[in-house]
């Protein structure tokens, strides 16, 4: 701004020069010139005026970077004072860290050596037991096995001397079931005279007691079914029975025989089903005959109530 006012004034005074020389030279032009000199005058002040306005702004311009500039510089001041702390702390801690990691690793040293060894005295320990253990341990085992042999030894004694008497028992129960029965079919043989006596007698048919002779028979082979075939007494037993069946015929009821039959659904039979693993899979047997089927002159005048087993 400084530049542009000097060349101005500069201007100004040769103008008033110039103008002072033509005025001595020509006294008509005066008029003119001093007009003119006057123009030139206000210009010249205008123009100072302007550029002082402009020095006067550029003042407060370069007044506002200054205190622009203060603000840096104290901010660039607390930011190192700031840094300078953070440095300090930061050394600080480095230094505390360095002795907690030398405490840490005395105490880690400490620690391990003092571990190493109550682990080598429990391993010392440890190797002393296992030497008493191992020989317990054996002893205890041959111990126990020979326990385990006598008393296997003398289960066995027991059992065989056990299942012997229950063989025993059973057979004695089975010979004098047979015997039982045996009393029975002669009383059954009795009743068969007294009905053959009665029908001769009466006109009208009773069959109430033949039906609980049939039932008795039917009982006594549904046992003889179970029961050992060589057991003593049986085939006679048998054959007796058979007989009775046979002199019932003759007077016209017919015991129908289902022992041992496959069931099937036609027959006319009142059946309890059970399941049982010694038949055949899918197979159903008639296992019992709780009241068997009375037929009289070919007519069914009691029906059968069985049990079926069903192979599974």
């Known amino acids: 701004m400084k530049n542009t006012f000097i060349p101005s004034l500069i201007l100004w005074l040769i103008s008033f020069s110039t103008f002072n020389f033509s005025l001595a ?166 009743q068969i005279e007294l009905i053959r006596e009665k029908g001769n007698e009466s006109s009208t048919e009773d069959h109430s007691l033949v039906l609980k002779i049939a039932d008795r028979l039917t009982a006594m082979e549904t046992n003889h079914y179970r029961m050992d075939p060589n057991t003593k007494g049986l085939k006679q037993l048998k054959s007796a029975v058979k007989s009775i069946k046979e002199n019932y015929l003759a007077k016209g009821y017919e015991i129908v025989e289902m022992l041992e039959l496959e069931y099937n659904e036609g027959m006319n039979v009142t059946a309890n089903f059970i399941p049982s693993d010694s038949i055949e899979v899918g197979k159903r047997i008639i296992t019992r005959v709780i009241k068997p089927q009375v037929n009289f002159n070919g007519k069914m005048i009691q029906s059968a109530q069985i049990e079926v087993s069903i192979g599974e």
């Open 25 to 190: 030279a020509n006294p008509n032009r005066s008029i003119q010139a001093i007009s003119k000199v006057s123009s030139l005058k206000i210009e010249g002040k205008i123009d100072f005026d302007q550029q002082k306005i402009a020095l006067k702004e550029h003042s407060i311009e370069i007044s506002k970077l200054k205190k622009q500039l203060k603000t840096v510089e104290s901010k660039l001041t607390n930011s190192e004072l700031k840094y300078d702390s953070l440095l300090q702390k930061t050394l600080l801690i480095n230094q505390n860290l360095n002795t907690i990691s030398k405490e840490l690793g005395l105490k880690i040293d400490t620690t391990t050596s003092a571990t190493k060894n109550q682990i080598d005295k429990i391993d010392n320990n440890l190797q002393t037991n296992s030497v008493y253990w191992v020989g317990g341990s054996l002893l205890i085992v041959l111990l126990g096995s020979f326990m385990f042999l006598q008393i296997n030894k003398i289960i066995k004694s027991n059992k065989s001397a056990i299942e012997t008497q229950i063989l025993k028992t059973k057979t004695a129960l089975e010979e004098e079931s047979l015997k039982l029965d045996g009393q029975l079919v002669k009383i059954l043989e009795q």
